[in-house]
């Protein structure tokens, strides 16, 4: 499910207020070369917007829902059509949801047990969060001791660094509010979402 991923190399995480239509916000960001869109469980009324959008997105489109800390925010979002689910930090019991369920997971760590710790749990990916605050090198450090292991670097990557996150190693960089403005989302304006995806993937 998350082959799109590591084809495109990036998943974009949509944090905003309103999203008026979900199902225009997958098909602007797809247009722009961003396939997988990871919605987020801070976002008011994200389980309805995943229940309207999951079986409507377009194939190819890989949508899932992120900041998830409960076994039960687990399930819940996964009964709401979720392909994939993220966590900020190491969350063991949404990692035995995902697992029990058969649905991809990215668990959230920073420092060197953590990622081994995330790995454990059957992650599909370790998001390494917040990236910004230590730089492509600190990435580059991890892959030392931990060579095979794909990781997500996820927090301050932008159209300008994200090449740099890649060629340290990451397996897929998180674009954010830098592709999907909070305001640009609530109003809708899907024309400057494909631009800034376009130029976020244009780089890589």
Not at 84 to 89: A, H, I, S, Y
Not at 128 to 136: D, I, N, R
């Amino acid at each position: 499910m998350l082959e799109t991923l590591f084809t495109d190399r990036v998943v974009c995480v949509v944090r905003a207020p309103v999203v008026p239509d979900p199902v225009a916000l997958c098909e602007a960001l797809a247009a722009g070369g961003i396939r997988t869109v990871e919605l987020t469980w801070t976002t008011p009324g994200a389980l309805d917007l995943l229940r309207s959008a999951a079986d409507a997105v377009a194939p190819g489109t890989t949508l899932g829902i992120g900041t998830v800390l409960t076994a039960d925010d687990a399930r819940a979002a996964i009964d709401a059509g979720a392909r994939f689910l993220v966590t900020p930090g190491l969350r063991p019991a949404v990692a035995e949801v995902a697992r029990a369920a058969g649905i991809p997971f990215l668990q959230g760590a920073l420092t060197p047990t953590e990622v081994l710790q995330a790995h454990e749990t059957g992650a599909t990916a370790v998001k390494v969060f917040p990236a910004s605050a230590f730089g492509p090198a600190y990435l580059r450090d991890l892959h030392g001791p931990y060579p095979d292991l794909p990781l997500v670097p996820s927090g301050g990557i932008t159209a300008r660094n994200a090449a740099e996150f890649l060629s340290a190693g990451a397996a897929a960089v998180t674009a954010g509010t830098g592709v999907v403005p909070p305001d640009v989302v609530a109003a809708g304006d899907w024309a400057q979402i494909t631009a800034r995806a376009t130029e976020f993937t244009g780089g890589l």
